[in-house]
């Protein structure tokens, strides 16, 4: 028994041994996978859409998709649109509408237009986006010349341009807030004034915008004074925007009719299956049938594409 003492000792030390080092190692696991979510949040923060403290749907999709190019790529068309939209979200809903549109076309219309709905889908969805990031940055540019009115008076008080910059984002609503918001954010840790301007620029491309970088870059290499530039800038920005209000208005008839155009072949489709149930079932279930439709909304389609070229004008 005497002999036995120190083996038994050794094994109950062995074992809370084993214990403390088992609970050190769960507990350091949990430490550093709560420290890499909070990295993965913080980034998509900065990336991604702004966050409005809902619960994300479909993580797992999320996490899946920002690992290949298209979702990468993806992400960043969805953070330029200011959307509250993960990658995975837009994913799931996207590839949900094609399915339901899929299914409708070729119960209501014929079995081949299930595709060719599809298809549509697809696209209108990734032309929302870009519908969506134009209207942002036209927003944006509306408010380029408030922008340069308060850069113009901070830099006339003596302040330096970063902290310019964190006011102005602290006083314009989004999306200017937002945007300077990551710009401060991006000089805060380091950034030069030439690559936070830089990427805003990439993220929200104008020509307004560019000269509005172009000037305060120059000016920070420089070291001089921008508030003449600026001053000049503003009165520029608000005519320019004065144009852009007003060729808007007067190609607004021209931009509907370029959306009406394909409609009115839809409308002609389904009035036809109407008067005559089945004729288009009987017309698709041929070649020449399948032929003929989808040169027709080819046409439709290039209809659509030339009016919108010749009611685009860069002012």
């Not at 690992?67 to 996207?94: C, H, Q, S």
């Not at 081949?112 to 549509?120: D, K, T």
């Not at 209207?135 to 408030?146: A, G, H, T, V």
Request: glycine fraction near 8%; charge should be positive.
């Amino acid at each position: 028994m005497t002999g036995g003492n120190p083996l038994a000792l050794l094994a109950i030390g062995a074992t809370v041994l084993c214990g403390a080092l088992a609970i050190a190692g769960v507990r350091t696991y949990a430490s550093g996978r709560a420290q890499r979510q909070a990295v993965v949040d913080r980034l998509a923060d900065e990336y991604g859409p702004p966050v409005t403290g809902r619960r994300r749907r479909f993580p797992s999709v999320d996490r899946t998709l920002r690992t290949t190019r298209f979702g990468r790529r993806l992400e960043l068309r969805l953070a330029a649109t200011g959307l509250d939209l993960t990658p995975g979200e837009f994913f799931v809903y996207m590839v949900t509408a094609v399915l339901v549109l899929w299914v409708v076309a070729q119960a209501v219309l014929a079995p081949f237009f299930g595709p060719i709905a599809a298809l549509v889908a697809v696209w209108a969805a990734f032309a929302f986006l870009n519908w969506q990031r134009q209207k942002r940055i036209e927003k944006f540019i509306n408010q380029l010349p408030e922008l340069s009115r308060i850069l113009a008076n901070a830099t006339q008080a003596g302040l330096a341009l970063r902290t310019a910059l964190g006011m102005a984002a602290e006083e314009l609503e989004a999306p200017a807030g937002e945007e300077l918001a990551k710009v401060a954010d991006k000089l805060a840790v380091g950034h030069s004034v030439d690559e936070a301007l830089g990427e805003l620029a990439e993220r929200l491309p104008s020509r307004e915008l560019v000269v509005l970088v172009t000037t305060l870059v120059l000016a920070n290499r420089a070291g001089g004074t921008v508030v003449g530039s600026l001053r000049n800038l503003t009165k520029t920005l608000e005519e320019r925007k004065e144009t852009r209000r007003e060729v808007r208005t007067q190609l607004s008839q021209v931009v509907v009719t370029a959306y009406v155009v394909p409609l009115l072949g839809i409308g002609t489709l389904l009035l036809m299956n109407r008067i005559a149930p089945g004729a288009i079932d009987r017309m698709t279930s041929s070649f020449l049938g399948q032929l003929a439709v989808v040169v027709a909304f080819a046409l439709y389609g290039l209809g659509f594409f030339f009016i919108r070229r010749l009611s685009k004008i860069d002012v």
